[in-house]
C-alpha cells in the first residue's frame, strides 16, 4: 500500500540524509553488461526483414488467419475467408490518456476479454505498433506476456496509476527512489552514462511492468522468450521513436526526422539516412562497420523501461537549457535531474535517449556513419503522433491498418487529423507508396471525421486500407491532458470502458459488420450485401 511506501521511503532517505551516499553503485540488474557476440553479422542493410522477423510472420500467419476467419463469420457467415488480409493496430502517442483508451481498444478487440461485436479481430492481428503513450500501452502488454486488459488493470495499473511514482511528492518518498537511483549510478559504473530517460523509464515501469523491481530485469529482446510470443499467439510489437540531428545544431526533430524502430528482434530504421538495422539483444555494443571494436559485446542495454522511455523521452523540448536538478515536490524533471547529477555533472545531452551508435562508420549509414553516439526523443514530436510508418514500408506487406488516435491536437484534447496527415505527406517525400490520401485538417473538422471511424483508401487497391479510429467521449470525458500522470481508480475504469465504446461506435449494432467489410474490402472475394451502405458511410476514397 502507498502509506507502507511512504513510510519504509522515507526512512530511507532520512538514512541516506545522515550517511554520505557514496559515489558507486550497488548490484543491479538495470546496468549493461559484456557478453560474448553472436557468430551472426551485428549490422544488416534494410533491404528486407530480419530472418526473425520473417520466420515469426511466417509462424503468426496461420494462427491470425484463423482468428480473423473465426471473428469474420461470427459477425456476418456470408463472408468468405479463402483469401484474407493482413491486418495490424497501432496506438497513438498520448501519455496515460492514449494508454487507457487503447487499453479499452484493445479490450474490444480481445476475444479473451470481452464480448462485443467487435471480440476476435485482436486474435486476427499480425502487427501491433505503438509510440510514447501507446509505447506504454505495448510495452505493459507485451512485456507481462500479453495477460487480457482486465488483468492489468485489476492487478497492476489500478493501484499503480493511483499512487504515482511519476508525480514528485510520491516520488521523493517512495522505496523506488533508492533502487532507481542505485540502478542509475550502475549504468554509470559500467561505462554508459545515464540520462533523464533513465529515471524516467524506471519509474514509468514501476506503473507498467509486473517484473521483480519495477520490471528491472526487463527487457525488449527477452520479450522473443515469453510464452505467447513463442506459440505465435500475439501479434509482432514495434515501438517507434526519431532521432534527433544533433550533429547539425537541431535540439528538437525536424519534418523529416529520421524514424527509428524498436522491437524484440531488431533496432533501426528504413530511411534512407540510416537504412540499417541491428540485433536489439546487443544494443550498446561498440561497433566499427558493423564490427565490435573490443571483440566483446553488450548485453541489457535494452531494458524494457529504457526503451518505453525514450518512446516517450520529451526532455529535448529544454533545448539548450541544461537540465535543473531541484530535489522538489513540485517538479518530476527537476527530480529526475537530481538524480541522474548523482551519477556525473549534467548537460544537455541528459535531455536525450542516448543509444551508441551501432551504424558508425557503416557506408549505407550516411547521414550517422561519424557519430558515435544517436540522440532519441518521442516519436510524436514531429507531428506523426501515429506509428504507421513501419507498417507502410513495402517489406511488411501490410494490408489494413487500424489507427487509433488518442492526439491531443485541439484546444480540448482531441485529435483533429493532423498527425495522420503529416505521416500522409512525409510518406510522398520518402518515396513510401502504400499510404492512401488524408484529407487537410479542415476537411477532417468539417465532415466531423475526427469524431467517427472513417476508412482512407478503401478503393485504391495499391494503398492500405487505413481504418481511423479517433478518441472520442462517448461514455468518460476521454479528452484528459497528457500531463496528467495520477488517474483515481473510477478514472482509469472510466477511461478504458470508454476505449471499448471508442473501437465497439458506442455500440452501433452495424458498425462491426461496417469494420468487417473495410478490412475484407480489397481481398477480391465476393461481400455481404450489407458491405454497400457501409462504404457509403464509411469509405473516404
Known sequence: MLST???????????????????RAL???????????????????????SSQETAYIAHRTGPAQKGLAAWLQKTDSAFVTSSLPTVALTTSGGGYRSLLSGAGVIQGLDARDSSVGTSGLFQGLTYQAGLSGGAWLLSSFAGNNYPTITSLKTELWTQAFEDSLLLPEYLLAAVAYAEVTNDILAKESAGFPPTLTDPWGRLLSYQLLNGFDGGVLDTLSGITGLSNFTSFA????IITSLAVKTFEGQCLPGPNAT????????????????????????LGTSLTDGVPTTGSCIVN????????????????????????ATNLTTSLTGDLAAIVEIAHALSTRDEYAVYPNPFFAYPRSSLYESQTDLFLVDGGEALQNNPIWPLIQPYRHVDVILVNDNSADTSTNFPNGSEILTTYVQSLSAGLTKMPVIP???TFISEGLNKRPTFFGCNDNTKTTIVYIPNVNYTFPSNEPTSKLQYEPSETSG???NGVEIITKNGDPMWPTCLACGVMKKTGTTLPAACAACFTEYCYN
Not at 549493461?32 to 533491404?47: G, I
Request: negative net charge; contains cysteine; charged residues 10%.
Open 5 to 23: 511506501l511512504l513510510f519504509v521511503g522515507a526512512l530511507l532517505l532520512s538514512t541516506c540524509a545522515a550517511v554520505a551516499v557514496p559515489k
Open 27 to 49: 548490484p543491479s540488474g538495470y546496468a549493461p553488461r559484456k557478453a560474448t557476440c553472436p557468430s551472426t553479422p551485428l549490422v544488416r542493410p534494410a533491404t528486407s526483414l
Open 234 to 237: 500475439v501479434p509482432y510489437p
Open 259 to 282: 524514424q527509428m524502430e524498436l522491437h524484440p528482434y531488431e533496432f533501426g530504421s528504413w530511411d534512407n539516412q540510416l537504412s540499417a538495422f541491428t540485433p536489439t539483444a546487443y
Open 301 to 324: 542495454y535494452d531494458n524494457l523501461g529504457y526503451v518505453l522511455g525514450t518512446s516517450s523521452n520529451l526532455f529535448n523540448e529544454a533545448c539548450e537549457v541544461v537540465p535543473s
Open 440 to 442: 487537410s485538417v479542415d
Open 495 to 497: 477511461m478504458i470502458a
